[in-house]
Protein backbone atom coordinates (compact mmCIF):
# COMPACT_ATOMS: atom_id res chain seq x y z
CA UNK A 1 0.00 0.00 0.00
CA UNK A 2 3.12 2.48 0.52
CA UNK A 3 4.11 1.85 -3.24
CA UNK A 4 0.79 3.24 -4.34
CA UNK A 5 0.69 6.47 -2.08
CA UNK A 6 4.45 7.17 -3.29
CA UNK A 7 3.57 7.45 -6.81
CA UNK A 8 0.57 9.12 -6.52
CA UNK A 9 0.90 12.46 -4.51
CA UNK A 10 -2.75 13.41 -4.42
CA UNK A 11 -3.21 10.18 -2.69
CA UNK A 12 -1.75 11.84 0.29
CA UNK A 13 -4.18 14.99 0.05
CA UNK A 14 -7.05 15.82 2.61
CA UNK A 15 -10.07 16.68 0.73
CA UNK A 16 -13.83 17.22 0.84
CA UNK A 17 -16.29 17.69 -1.42
CA UNK A 18 -17.24 21.65 -2.07
CA UNK A 19 -20.16 22.73 -0.01
CA UNK A 20 -21.72 24.09 -3.45
CA UNK A 21 -21.58 20.14 -4.48
CA UNK A 22 -24.80 19.04 -4.69
CA UNK A 23 -24.74 14.96 -5.37
CA UNK A 24 -27.51 13.35 -7.20
CA UNK A 25 -27.54 9.64 -6.85
CA UNK A 26 -28.04 7.85 -10.66
CA UNK A 27 -27.96 3.55 -11.40
CA UNK A 28 -24.62 4.62 -12.79
CA UNK A 29 -23.25 6.54 -10.05
CA UNK A 30 -24.50 10.27 -9.41
CA UNK A 31 -24.37 13.66 -10.89
CA UNK A 32 -22.13 15.96 -9.59
CA UNK A 33 -22.97 19.61 -9.77
CA UNK A 34 -21.35 23.32 -8.65
CA UNK A 35 -23.68 25.47 -8.55
CA UNK A 36 -21.22 28.16 -8.02
CA UNK A 37 -19.16 27.34 -11.46
CA UNK A 38 -21.95 25.50 -13.16
CA UNK A 39 -19.63 22.73 -13.85
CA UNK A 40 -21.69 18.84 -14.36
CA UNK A 41 -19.33 16.07 -13.56
CA UNK A 42 -20.65 12.25 -13.93
CA UNK A 43 -19.36 9.95 -11.46
CA UNK A 44 -19.30 6.47 -13.52
CA UNK A 45 -18.85 3.96 -10.60
CA UNK A 46 -20.74 3.84 -7.08
CA UNK A 47 -17.72 3.61 -5.59
CA UNK A 48 -16.11 7.22 -6.85
CA UNK A 49 -19.75 8.41 -5.23
CA UNK A 50 -18.86 6.61 -1.87
CA UNK A 51 -15.12 7.98 -1.58
CA UNK A 52 -16.21 11.62 -2.33
CA UNK A 53 -18.97 11.63 0.10
CA UNK A 54 -16.62 10.60 2.93
CA UNK A 55 -13.80 12.10 1.75
CA UNK A 56 -14.18 14.82 4.93
CA UNK A 57 -14.23 11.87 7.58
CA UNK A 58 -11.10 10.98 6.83
CA UNK A 59 -7.38 12.27 7.24
CA UNK A 60 -6.03 11.63 3.18
CA UNK A 61 -7.59 10.35 0.13
CA UNK A 62 -5.56 6.98 0.23
CA UNK A 63 -7.34 6.95 3.90
CA UNK A 64 -10.77 6.94 2.66
CA UNK A 65 -9.73 4.66 -0.57
CA UNK A 66 -9.10 2.18 2.29
CA UNK A 67 -12.29 3.35 4.67
CA UNK A 68 -14.10 2.59 1.45
CA UNK A 69 -12.52 -0.90 0.89
CA UNK A 70 -10.94 -0.04 -2.35
CA UNK A 71 -8.98 -2.54 -3.67
CA UNK A 72 -5.50 -0.60 -3.63
CA UNK A 73 -4.56 -1.63 -7.44
CA UNK A 74 -7.68 1.00 -8.40
CA UNK A 75 -5.80 3.18 -6.48
CA UNK A 76 -3.92 5.10 -8.96
CA UNK A 77 -7.57 5.22 -10.95
CA UNK A 78 -9.18 6.94 -8.47
CA UNK A 79 -6.30 9.28 -7.71
CA UNK A 80 -7.05 10.41 -11.22
CA UNK A 81 -10.29 10.63 -11.27
CA UNK A 82 -9.93 13.19 -7.77
CA UNK A 83 -7.16 14.86 -9.33
CA UNK A 84 -9.88 15.46 -12.01
CA UNK A 85 -12.39 16.79 -9.51
CA UNK A 86 -10.05 18.58 -7.95
CA UNK A 87 -9.67 20.40 -10.94
CA UNK A 88 -13.37 21.14 -11.92
CA UNK A 89 -13.30 22.27 -8.20
CA UNK A 90 -15.91 19.33 -7.43
CA UNK A 91 -13.53 18.41 -4.85
CA UNK A 92 -10.90 20.70 -2.88
CA UNK A 93 -8.31 20.75 -0.71
CA UNK A 94 -9.04 21.21 3.10
CA UNK B 1 -35.14 -46.00 -33.63
CA UNK B 2 -32.24 -46.54 -31.68
CA UNK B 3 -33.31 -44.41 -28.51
CA UNK B 4 -30.46 -45.63 -26.34
CA UNK B 5 -27.54 -45.19 -28.92
CA UNK B 6 -29.11 -41.29 -29.41
CA UNK B 7 -29.27 -40.59 -26.08
CA UNK B 8 -25.99 -42.10 -25.26
CA UNK B 9 -24.44 -39.43 -28.20
CA UNK B 10 -25.99 -37.04 -26.80
CA UNK B 11 -24.39 -37.20 -23.54
CA UNK B 12 -21.00 -38.20 -24.58
CA UNK B 13 -21.64 -34.72 -26.32
CA UNK B 14 -22.30 -33.25 -23.65
CA UNK B 15 -19.64 -34.28 -21.55
CA UNK B 16 -17.12 -33.39 -24.35
CA UNK B 17 -18.40 -29.44 -24.27
CA UNK B 18 -18.53 -29.85 -20.25
CA UNK B 19 -14.76 -30.31 -20.37
CA UNK B 20 -13.97 -28.33 -23.27
CA UNK B 21 -15.29 -25.06 -21.59
CA UNK B 22 -13.72 -25.59 -18.39
CA UNK B 23 -13.86 -22.53 -15.66
CA UNK B 24 -12.61 -19.41 -17.58
CA UNK B 25 -10.76 -16.72 -14.92
CA UNK B 26 -12.98 -13.19 -15.94
CA UNK B 27 -12.12 -12.11 -12.74
CA UNK B 28 -8.79 -10.33 -14.06
CA UNK B 29 -11.02 -9.37 -16.85
CA UNK B 30 -13.09 -7.52 -14.20
CA UNK B 31 -11.17 -5.77 -12.39
CA UNK B 32 -8.98 -5.14 -16.03
CA UNK B 33 -12.61 -3.09 -17.16
CA UNK B 34 -12.52 -0.84 -13.86
CA UNK B 35 -9.29 0.22 -13.74
CA UNK B 36 -9.28 1.63 -17.32
CA UNK B 37 -12.75 2.93 -17.57
CA UNK B 38 -13.18 6.59 -16.78
CA UNK B 39 -14.55 6.75 -13.28
CA UNK B 40 -15.58 10.30 -14.17
CA UNK B 41 -16.47 12.42 -17.25
CA UNK B 42 -16.93 16.11 -17.03
CA UNK B 43 -20.18 17.17 -19.56
CA UNK B 44 -20.32 20.67 -20.44
CA UNK B 45 -23.71 22.67 -20.55
CA UNK B 46 -22.73 25.45 -21.85
CA UNK B 47 -25.67 27.14 -24.37
CA UNK B 48 -27.94 25.03 -22.46
CA UNK B 49 -30.93 27.74 -22.50
CA UNK B 50 -32.36 27.26 -19.30
CA UNK B 51 -30.27 25.57 -17.76
CA UNK B 52 -29.20 28.01 -13.86
Known amino acids: MACAGSTEPM ?31 FMK ?5 AVARQLADHPSLSATLQACAIAPERWPSFAKAFESLKSSEIVRER | ?14 EVVGEASGEADVSGITDTLID ?7 ISIDGMCGVY
Open chain 1, 11 to 41: LDVALELHPQVALRPEPFGALAYHYGNRRLV
Open chain 1, 45 to 49: HPDVV
Open chain 2, 1 to 14: MDHETVSESTASTL
Open chain 2, 36 to 42: DELLIEE
